[in-house]
């Protein structure tokens, strides 16, 4: 258990050398499975604390290995004590961050996907999040990648066979099987992804950046959506001078929400680092939010003025903008979608449309909320599916067009790589290094 002060602290030894730490501390050799109230003894017999032990033998524990855990009270000082007794054991060490999963995967306790799930689950800041970590750690997710896996090697094998027989291959591909085949399992990697996307966006959130000019209600936006007053609003232009960051949840879906300087030409130099800081962060953002003063500015001018902003924003970043400050123009709330823009109408000051708002986000990032939830998923997953789907689309043509059946079982042999790649059957070592 981490370090601080708790009514039950736990000691987990995995390996080997777990009975002959039993031995050792206990005095005695535990019976698998089963919870012994006992001392906790130092070499010279004193007793250091006491508490529950519990003895796993191999393979029936989370690592696959021999496991011994000792629960006694969690006192740091008591802790530490055991622990020093424990390392003076020859052949005992500290484990590794992530050790303890990295051998449960080595040993097929978890896949690689579940192992990562491990960690979604500790760090899940919503309630949708922590239950689709939960079901990415029972196994959903490697259940619907292993189901693909099986699809992609069925049609391999039909596909190799057919190239086994030359004077028929032509026939045997052409016969419409292969490709009916082929055609329903880019239909069901399409629906896996579409889910890893709401997995990843459960566990990646979106970044959302607040820009436009000095006083354009930048920061009442950020505390309207924030629900608190999270930043200083005031009637001076460029309040603001440095980047302040929120995060929030929208129906369960995390957004991080960032509220930068004014955009103008400054001469004070302070205000000048804020203003590159904005810039540093538009760069960055999944979407941008431009405000704009409705008292100021004539709806129909929007493209004119802007002109220098947009052509400075990174390609096919996601831009909405919104006239502020309505209850002030008396112009109406609402949504319209303009030609490469959304444009909404609303008051940070009033609340007045920022609802929205918040379903406008969740629209543009596919977002759909759910009590139950599904898989969680990690960016390198998504490029996995992604690598995928393009050897699917490839293959698909070597067929459809050339009648090529070599190079479609190369494709699909790429695709059962990729799809390898998420749950651990096929990967790098560099690749496990990162992860564990």
Request: hydrophobic fraction near 40%; aromatic fraction near 6%.
């Amino acid at each position: 258990t981490p370090i601080g002060r708790g009514g039950v602290g736990i000691l987990r030894i995995s390996g080997p050398l777990a009975e002959k730490v039993a031995q050792e501390v206990l005095g005695k050799t535990l019976k698998p499975r089963m919870a012994n109230y006992l001392p906790f003894k130092d070499q010279d017999g004193t007793v250091l604390d006491q508490g529950i032990a519990l003895f796993f033998k191999a393979p029936n524990s989370f690592t696959g290995e021999d496991v011994l855990e000792l629960q006694g009270h969690g006192g740091q000082i008591i802790l530490d004590l055991l622990l020093q007794r424990i390392l003076k054991i020859e052949g005992i060490r500290i484990a590794r961050a992530g050790e303890f999963s990295e051998q449960a995967f080595l040993n097929d306790k978890l896949d690689l996907a579940q192992a990562e799930a491990i960690a979604d689950l500790i760090d899940a800041t919503s309630e949708q999040a922590a239950r689709s970590a939960l079901k990415s750690l029972q196994g959903e997710f490697s259940n619907k990648v292993n189901e693909l896996v099986d699809s992609v090697i069925y049609l391999r094998t039909y596909v190799e066979a057919a190239i086994d027989f030359p004077d028929e291959e032509i026939d045997f591909l052409a016969d419409g099987k292969i490709e009916a085949k082929l055609n329903e399992i880019i239909a069901q990697l399409d629906g896996v992804r579409k889910e890893a996307k709401q997995g990843s966006i459960l566990r990646e959130g979106m970044k959302v950046v607040i820009a436009g000019n000095p006083n354009a209600g930048k920061s009442s936006l950020l505390n309207a959506l924030a629900g608190r007053e999270a930043a200083i609003v005031t009637d001076i232009a460029g309040t603001t001078r440095d980047v302040l960051r929120e995060h929030i949840h929208i129906d369960g879906m995390p957004l991080h929400i960032i509220d930068t300087a004014g955009l103008r030409e400054a001469s004070d130099e302070v205000e000048k680092i804020g203003i590159q800081r904005a810039w540093d962060e538009i760069g960055q953002a999944d979407h941008v939010l431009l405000m704009i003063d409705s008292t100021l500015s004539a709806a129909d001018q929007f493209q004119q003025e802007w002109a220098d902003f947009l052509a400075k924003l990174p390609v096919k970043m996601p831009v909405t903008v919104i006239r502020n400050k309505v209850d002030l123009s008396g112009e109406q709330e609402g949504v319209e979608q303009q030609d490469n823009f959304t444009l909404i109408r609303l008051s940070a000051q009033t609340k007045v449309g920022v609802e929205l708002l918040r379903e406008h986000l969740k629209k543009s990032m596919g977002y759909q909320s759910s009590t139950e939830g599904g898989f969680i998923a990690r960016r390198r997953h998504l490029v996995a599916l992604e690598t995928a789907a393009e050897h699917l689309e490839r293959g698909h043509t070597q067929l459809t067009q050339f009648m090529a059946g070599e190079l479609l079982a190369e494709e699909l042999r790429m695709v059962q790589n990729a799809l390898s790649e998420i749950t651990g059957q096929f990967t790098s070592d560099d690749l496990l290094g990162n992860i564990f």
